[in-house]
């Protein structure tokens, strides 16, 4: 009978965020795949625990896979962690579940700790429908070609950046988010913890030249009627009114032309212009 291979989500900053579940099913499989041997070490020494681990990364899963199912069909049950969350949001793990339920393997989630959830649940935006992006790609044009696509979405998303590269981030989402609202989360649960809000063009300034620590980007939805760090957001009767003007000053522009300008000047997308508008009318406003 093969073993279970359980997907443990660990602190993500604070190493008092993790579960008794965890604990116990960290100290009772036969081995635990690590990204990081040297960090899961320190948090099972906190917990006196003493279970072998194992290193699984990004540079080593095809090398590992084998071994680790191997394992698992012989009996053993394995435990998978991640430097800090929940596995496989942008680490190691999607590969060896995969490889696992294809064997018939066992898979039990112990869920916990998560940072794309707990910076989302921080910025006051709406959680459903939500976007994780994981980190954005480091090439220029893959980058913009996914800062395009969370524009082109109109609920929340959420990703990760490095110190190195979150000022160019800001920089390069300012021109496309307008003044849909952000909300940086840094070092979540440490002792530094900071939630800071603005535009992608205030928030580029605000990280200043050497920033520190990592990154959770919250981007809000589109034409989020809310204030934010003395951020005003485009309601549905600001909109309106913004039509309604244009329209009025200038005679024999088309409904489309109309809307289209409306969301160039205030940064929306056109299908927010519109549904604001047909909001607007069916309530009288």
Same mark, same amino acid.
């Given at each position: 009978?093969?073993?279970?291979?359980?997907?443990?989500?660990?602190?993500?900053? #604070?190493? $008092?965020?993790?579960?008794?579940?965890?604990?116990?099913?960290?100290?009772?499989? &036969?081995?635990?795949?690590?990204?990081?041997?040297?960090?899961?070490?320190?948090?099972?020494?906190? +917990?006196? %625990?003493?279970?072998? *681990? *194992?290193?699984?990364?990004?540079?080593?899963?095809? /090398?590992?896979?084998? +071994?680790?199912?191997?394992?698992?069909?012989?009996?053993? #049950?394995?435990?998978?962690?991640? &430097?800090a969350g929940t596995p496989g949001v942008s680490d190691p793990?999607?590969?060896?579940?995969?490889? =696992?339920? $294809? /064997?018939?393997?066992?898979?039990?989630?112990?869920?916990?700790?998560?940072?794309?959830? =707990? =910076?989302?649940?921080?910025?006051?935006?709406?959680?459903?429908?939500?976007?994780?992006?994981?980190?954005?790609?480091?090439?220029? #044009?893959?980058?913009?070609?996914?800062?395009?696509?969370?524009?082109?979405?109109?609920?929340?998303?959420?990703?990760?950046?490095?110190?190195?590269?979150?000022? !160019?981030? %800001?920089?390069?989402?300012? &021109?496309?988010?307008?003044?849909?609202?952000?909300?940086?989360?840094? $070092?979540? @649960?440490?002792? +530094?913890?900071?939630?800071?809000?603005?535009?992608?063009?205030?928030?580029?300034?605000?990280?200043?030249?050497?920033?520190?620590?990592?990154?959770?980007?919250?981007?809000?939805?589109?034409?989020?009627?809310?204030?934010? #760090?003395? %951020?005003?957001?485009?309601?549905?009767?600001?909109?309106?009114?913004?039509?309604?003007?244009?329209? @009025?000053?200038?005679?024999?522009?088309?409904?489309?032309?109309?809307?289209? =300008?409306?969301?160039?000047?205030? !940064?929306?997308?056109? !299908?927010?212009?519109?549904?604001?508008?047909?909001?607007?009318?069916?309530?009288?406003?």
């Open positions: 009978m093969s073993g279970t291979l359980f997907v443990v989500a660990t602190p993500i900053g #604070n190493l $008092e965020d993790v579960t008794l579940r965890a604990l116990r099913v960290l100290g009772s499989v &036969d081995l635990i795949a690590a990204e990081d041997t040297r960090r899961t070490a320190r948090l099972l020494a906190r +917990h006196s %625990l003493s279970t072998p *681990t *194992t290193s699984f990364h990004q540079h080593n899963v095809r /090398a590992r896979l084998p +071994h680790l199912i191997s394992k698992l069909l012989a009996g053993a #049950n394995l435990a998978i962690v991640t &430097d793990g999607p590969e060896l579940v995969r490889a =696992a339920l $294809e /064997a018939g393997v066992r898979v039990e989630p112990i869920p916990g700790a998560s940072a794309p959830l =707990a =910076a989302v649940v921080a910025s006051g935006f709406p959680v459903v429908p939500l976007t994780v992006l994981g980190f954005l790609p480091r090439k220029a #044009n893959d980058r913009m070609r996914s800062i395009e696509a969370i524009c082109s979405s109109d609920h929340t998303a959420v990703f990760f950046e490095s110190p190195l590269r979150i000022k !160019r981030t %800001l920089e390069e989402c300012a &021109d496309i988010f307008g003044e849909r609202p952000i909300i940086l989360g840094r $070092e979540i @649960t440490k002792s +530094h913890e900071e939630f800071i809000g603005g535009t992608a063009a205030e928030l580029a300034v605000k990280v200043g030249s050497a920033p520190k620590g990592e990154f959770t980007v919250v981007v809000g939805p589109a034409a989020r009627a809310s204030r934010l #760090n003395n %951020l005003t957001i485009p309601t549905d009767a600001a909109i309106s009114a913004e039509y309604v003007g244009l329209t @009025t000053s200038s005679k024999g522009l088309s409904r489309r032309s109309a809307i289209s =300008a409306v969301a160039r000047k205030l !940064r929306v997308p056109s !299908r927010e212009v519109y549904a604001a508008i047909e909001r607007t009318r069916s309530s009288g406003e």
